[in-house]
């Protein structure tokens, strides 16, 4: 009842936006100072592509990633010399896939820490690598420990994505990062949206409209600046599903002629990527071993 509740929800406002001026929200957080180097209100890196929940309709598409891991000197590198167009980063995402596959996320989150000193970092998990150790205690596991280390010497938090097969380490997991000292938010994981539409025929500028009113995540890969993640992953399912992702684009941020104020501009165009994704969504329940490109697409009901 509540699901479709919310899938009813979600459709009128949905349609109700298509008829609304731009959000406040994104007016200001890409707000351009006069004078100066401009704020770059957030950014998202991934840690690894691949994830161990495979959740069905994952946004960044990671059931379809080949397994990747960050290269911390260069993801380093890359985050510096994007930070330099920039007055501020505000907030610095790592995720994923799942981060805590890598087995050196904690010294990734100490690298982001010491470029950007003043930013909000937030780690997104699944939460499965912290379940409790299996050894009869209920202290964390030792790549639990080590990342919880590494998130309260360097002030970030984590945002647990608690999916079902987690819901009953609840309160186990709560408690080891109140012992921890490291903040946490819970965000149930009970829905995902699907949006692909593999005829790459939709009007980008209400795709994009769409998403900008809601998320604002610009994607740091390679060197490369990208509007979303999507953008960049759109390939990964792309060969699964049978059509031909557009070229990712992207900005390069060793590019001296980008400006941190022309690049704000450009991460409020559409891209190419976003003729594949639907300007509206279809809600489904949250399930797990997703490989089946179909259910990723958006279909009418
Ligand atoms: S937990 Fe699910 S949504 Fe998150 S990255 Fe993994 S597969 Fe995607
Ligand atoms: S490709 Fe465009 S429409 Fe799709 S998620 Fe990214 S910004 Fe949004």
């Not at 000193?117 to 937030?122: E, Q, S």
């Not at 150790?133 to 647990?160: H, I, Q, Y």
């Not at 639907?278 to 490109?293: E, F, I, K, P, Q």
Request: glycine letters at 6%; aromatic letters at 10%; a positive charge.
């Amino acid at each position: 009842m509540v699901f479709w509740l919310k899938r009813m929800f979600f459709w009128v406002v949905f349609r109700l936006d298509q008829m609304l001026p731009p959000s406040l929200g994104v007016l200001v957080r890409n707000r351009t100072w006069p004078w100066g180097r401009p704020v770059l209100d957030a950014v998202e890196l991934h840690v690894t592509d691949h994830c161990n929940m495979n959740c069905t309709g994952c946004s960044h598409f990671s059931p379809f990633s080949p397994k990747w891991f960050a290269d911390i000197p260069s993801t380093l590198r890359d985050l510096k010399a994007l930070r330099a167009r920039f007055r501020r980063i505000r907030h610095v995402n790592l995720l994923g896939g799942e981060p805590l596959l890598h087995p050196r996320c904690g010294e990734l989150v100490a690298g982001v820490r010491s470029v950007c000193p003043d930013a909000v970092i937030t780690v997104v998990t699944n939460g499965l690598a912290l379940r409790p150790a299996r050894d009869g205690t209920d202290g964390p596991s030792a790549v639990a420990d080590a990342f919880l280390s590494a998130c309260r010497e360097n002030r970030a938090r984590v945002k647990w994505t608690l999916y079902p097969p987690m819901r009953a380490f609840r309160r186990q997991v709560q408690e080891m990062f109140r012992k921890a000292g490291v903040s946490l938010r819970i965000e149930e994981g009970d829905e995902f949206w699907a949006r692909l539409v593999p005829e790459g025929n939709v009007d980008v500028r209400k795709a994009f409209r769409f998403c900008r009113r809601m998320m604002y995540c610009p994607y740091l890969r390679d060197g490369r600046l990208y509007t979303c993640a999507q953008a960049y992953h759109l390939k990964d399912v792309a060969a699964k599903a049978g059509f031909t992702a557009p070229p990712a684009g992207g900005m390069d941020v060793y590019d001296d002629a980008l400006t941190g104020r022309e690049m704000l501009r450009r991460l409020m165009s559409p891209c190419a990527a976003c003729a594949y994704c639907a300007d509206s969504v279809r809600l489904m329940r949250w399930s797990r071993g997703g490989t089946n490109a179909a259910e990723w697409m958006r279909r009418d009901g």
